[in-house]
């Protein structure tokens, strides 16, 4: 499924199968989750180069049998500043799947070897696809909470559903918000462990100790600080966010923090990958054959399905 400029709808086309170069891999791709980010680069929110494949939750096969995953993370120079001092997810020359590397929604891909990461026993092909960003960039942004014991997660979607059962797994009590009438996402919420499930534009029984804003809203952000108690933090877990409005300084004071959350480091992939299984993560997707990728992504932005959604070739 080819984009071929920002605006425009997905094409179905057919093409040869693409040649692995030095050190990457041929994929059967088996699934690909559907990400926010995806809409990002339709909108035109994001700059890449058309025409181009999008997905980056890529579940596949190589020609001996290994099942890998693929992420965002695509490649780095392993050169700059950032990725000799473990901050690869920062690298000045990074190119990432589905923006700057052909991505999933294909029924074939090529992925740099050394990004791939090992899918873990017990989750079938569809189940593992959202661990891949979802899972990861949720997992990132939740390290960035601390040993937070009062969890909010503002937009209960994809990340949010996986990473609500992680921080209920760790004993951390969690606020689910969501768009005003969803009841299918709060009551997703509440299934998966969430002590209190409601609108973005209400305030929890307690205050929070940090905040995830998973919604690429920018007014999330101060009504995240409403909702927060002295010396907590909200993480901005997208990769593009509406402007956020200006607030009192008053909902910052009391040593407030505001961070963001930018893509992911393999050392995340190992390291998620590795408790998934442990917590145990198991993950709601809406599946969708390949030539309905563009109504996937439809669906997503109307929010018409509570998790995630998976394109199937």
């Not at 400029?5 to 170069?21: F, H, K, M, N, T």
């Not at 041929?26 to 181009?52: I, K, N, S």
């Not at 873990?120 to 960039?137: K, R, V």
Request: charged residues 20%; proline residues 8%.
């Amino acid at each position: 499924m080819m984009l071929d400029a920002p605006g425009r709808p997905l094409r179905l086309v057919e093409r040869d199968v693409p040649e692995p170069g030095p050190g990457q891999l041929l994929l059967e791709v088996r699934a690909c989750g559907v990400c926010r980010t995806d809409l990002h680069l339709l909108d035109g929110e994001l700059a890449f180069t058309a025409p181009r494949v999008l997905g980056h939750q890529i579940v596949g096969v190589t020609g001996d049998g290994r099942r890998v995953g693929v992420p965002w993370l695509g490649w780095t120079c392993g050169e700059c500043a950032y990725c000799r001092s473990g901050r690869e997810n920062l690298c000045v020359r990074a190119r990432f799947t589905g923006r700057d590397i052909d991505g999933g929604f294909a029924d074939h891909a090529v992925a740099d070897e050394r990004f791939c990461l090992p899918i873990p026993d017990g989750y079938p092909d569809l189940q593992a696809a959202p661990l891949l960003c979802a899972g990861l960039i949720g997992f990132r942004a939740l390290r960035m909470c601390g040993d937070a014991a009062r969890l909010g997660l503002y937009g209960f979607g994809a990340a949010a559903h996986i990473i609500c059962q992680v921080a209920v797994a760790e004993g951390r009590r969690v606020s689910a918000f969501t768009r005003a009438g969803d009841a299918a996402a709060q009551a997703l919420a509440r299934e998966l462990g969430a002590e209190w499930a409601g609108a973005s534009e209400e305030l929890p029984p307690e205050p929070l100790e940090a905040a995830i804003v998973f919604a690429p809203a920018g007014p999330l952000v101060p009504a995240a600080l409403r909702a927060l108690a002295p010396g907590g933090t909200v993480v901005c877990a997208g990769i593009h966010m509406s402007d956020i409005p200006s607030f009192p300084y008053e909902l910052l004071w009391g040593e407030r923090s505001v961070r963001s959350v930018a893509n992911l480091t393999r050392a995340d992939g190992t390291a998620f990958l590795e408790l998934a299984p442990r917590v145990p993560v198991r993950t709601h997707v809406t599946e969708y054959a390949l030539p309905d990728a563009e109504r996937a992504l439809g669906d997503l932005r109307a929010g018409r399905f509570a998790g995630a959604a998976v394109v199937v070739p």
